[in-house]
């Protein structure tokens, strides 16, 4: 089982940059998939950004493709969201989440962080 808290949210201005973090519990970490996951208000949750369990595939949302970076530290346990060129439609909560293989679903979810861009 892994717990997950994500961090760095917070309100930047158009065109600005911002890191979020996502520390996970646990000795396993490793073998987690991960992923990125956004929801704005009155709208769906969507996918953000994956990447696999030892950081060498990753995917991406083609709305954030080219400005946003994810990226892991398995020695911290921890699982980055790099974002740059922030526009206002990034305006959302963005969660963090694992799962243990590429077929499975998404099983475990971070509480959110939130992420304000303003004009």
């Known amino acids: 089982q892994v717990q997950l808290v994500e961090s760095g949210g917070g309100l930047v201005q158009a065109g600005g940059s911002l890191r979020l973090s996502c520390a996970a519990s646990?000795?396993?970490?490793?073998?987690?998939?991960m992923g990125w996951f956004r929801q704005a208000p009155g709208k769906e949750r969507e996918f953000v950004a994956a990447?696999?369990?030892?950081?060498?595939?990753?995917l991406y949302a083609d709305s954030v493709k080219g400005r946003f970076t994810i990226s892991r530290d398995n020695a911290k346990n921890t699982v980055y969201l790099q974002m740059n060129g922030l526009k206002l439609e990034d305006t959302a909560v963005y969660y963090c989440?694992?799962?243990?293989?590429?077929?499975?679903?998404?099983?475990?979810w971070g509480q959110g962080t939130q992420v304000t861009v303003s004009s």
């Open positions: 989440a694992a799962r243990l293989t590429r077929a499975a679903s998404y099983g475990y």
């Open positions: 990447i696999s369990s030892g950081g060498d595939n990753t």
């Open positions: 646990g000795r396993t970490f490793s073998t987690y998939n």
